[in-house]
Structures are given as C-alpha cells and as structure tokens.
C-alpha cells in the first residue's frame, strides 16, 4: 500500500491544477497548501486522499479520512471541510471521483437481478468512510498514469472508471452507490426531495407537501431524510439559503437587506443572526473582510 500511495502522491502533485480539474471527465485532483475552513457542497463523490487528513462536517455529523482512506458522498449537501495540517513543505493531496447514477444502473443491469435485489433497503447515511483496498488503488493508479499520456484517455479512461465504480458497488460502501443507481430506492427518493429543496429554496413549504411529492409519507419522509442528510428538510433549507446569501454578498456586499429577502428571510434581524450563527461575523462584516 505504501508504494501504491508514494506513486499517487506524485502524480496528483504533477498534474494538480488549482480549479482540480484533469483531462478526463468527471475526475478531480486537488494539491491544499493551507489547512483553511471551507463552507461548500460536497457533490456526490468518490474521494481519496492521498496525503494529509480531511475533516468533514455534515449536520452534527463529523468524518475524518487520511492516506489510503476514501469517502462517498452519495448526495450532493451542505458541508464545512477542512484539510488537516497541510502546508506547502506537506500539502494534502486528493483524488475525486464524480459518481454517475446512469453509470451505476448500467453496472447493476450488468450484475443481473442480484446486483439490483441488494440495492433496497433502508436508506444508507449520505457520508460514509472506508479503506480502500488493494484493487481499487491500482484502479485508480491505471486512471491517473492516462495523464502522463493523454491520447490514450478517450479509449481507456472509460473502462478504468467503470471498475472503479464497479469496486465501489461491491465494496464496503456498496449499499450506498447501489441505492444512487435505482430511480424507486429510497435514497434517489430523498435525492429527489434536496433537488426540489436546492431549487425551491427561496420558498415557504410544508414538509408533507415535498413527501407527497416523492412518493412517501410524511413521516418516513422525515425520518429517512435525516437518516440521509443529518437535518430536518427545513435545517437543510436553512443551509442553503444561507450559503446562496453568502455568494450574493461577493458581488452584492451593500445589500445585506436585499439579499436576505432575495433568499427567502422575512426579517433582516433573523438573517443577521442566522448567518452570524452560521459564518460567525455579520453578514455586513463577512461581505467587507471577502469583497
């Protein structure tokens, strides 16, 4: 494994570029010099570090990950991560893999009835921690080698992500990466329900109504939202709302009032202090010290 990690590190190291992107599509790489905080979306992910350690906070949920260790996040929700102890002399290095439903459908289909039978069940948490074995380190070595020759990446890039995504269904963490393949599981419900959330956010609803809109009932719509999400749905509203305010202050940082309205408060005093509880400076404050 050792050998394994010294020839990832070297390679994320050569070819990081600051944006994270690479030459083949839906794989991120990422060098942090700095150990700051950063308030974010996770996206839905395969992520795996190579150097360092990262801390993720999802609700009132902590994960911690180091070198050889990987995370999947299986819906794309409010986090605040941070890189531990990394520095120019030792930066953090990692590897992102963006999960595609249709490719996990198309693998299940392949797997046959019993790939998709163990795909039901009760919703898994949307952030799971695991180590990644042997087979799947050498997948992701073959995918990150392509860099160093890239005519080779639109003919092999392709498999090489299918048998790491195929490593994911049958490993550890397979329940969670099965469940984001099938449209009537009951993670893809509660997917669907922060989709409608993220896009809705400005709006007033009532929980029963998004339920109904999924197809649950409401309360085991509550229930395995929080299972998923680590919030209530008007917790993570709240995050989002607050998040959205956040980058329309960047450009719009006179405007604490307006911007507060625009994503979905009634009162200014309560935006005021739900951003300071969130951010911990006013918004008004926050909006000076990043403009």
Not at 35 to 48: D, K, P, Q, Y
């Amino acid at each position: 494994m050792n050998e394994r990690l010294e020839e990832l590190r070297a390679l994320i190291d050569r070819h990081a570029a600051p944006d994270m992107s690479t030459l083949i599509p839906g794989i991120m790489i990422a060098r942090h010099d700095v150990s700051a905080h950063e308030r974010t979306m996770s996206g839905t992910v395969m992520a795996l570090v190579a150097q360092g350690a990262k801390r993720i906070a999802l609700g009132d949920r902590v994960y911690e990950y180091g070198p050889g260790q990987y995370l999947v996040a299986s819906i794309d929700l409010p986090v605040t991560g941070q890189f531990l102890d990394a520095s120019p002399d030792h930066p953090a290095l990692g590897f992102g893999f963006a999960l595609d439903p249709i490719m996990v459908a198309e693998l299940l289909l392949q797997a046959g009835s019993e790939g998709v039978r163990r795909g039901y069940g009760p919703p898994p948490s949307s952030m799971l921690v695991s180590d990644a074995p042997m087979a799947m380190m050498d997948a992701v070595l073959r995918l990150l080698r392509l860099l160093d020759c890239p005519r080779d990446i639109p003919v092999l890039a392709p498999l090489i992500k299918r048998e790491i995504l195929w490593r994911l269904i049958v490993g550890e963490q397979g329940s969670a990466i099965r469940q984001l393949g099938l449209a009537d599981s009951h993670l893809s419900h509660i997917s669907r329900a922060v989709r409608w959330i993220r896009e809705h956010y400005a709006r007033s609803f009532r929980v029963e109504d998004v339920a109904d809109l999924v197809g649950m009932s409401a309360s085991a719509f509550y229930r395995n939202f929080q299972a998923v999400t680590a919030m209530s749905p008007i917790q993570f509203q709240k995050q989002i709302r607050l998040q959205e305010a956040r980058l329309l202050l960047a450009s719009h940082p006179n405007d604490v009032t307006g911007v507060g309205f625009k994503v979905g408060y009634e009162s200014a005093s309560q935006f005021s202090r739900e951003y300071r509880r969130q951010f911990g400076t006013a918004p008004s404050q926050d909006a000076a010290a990043r403009h």
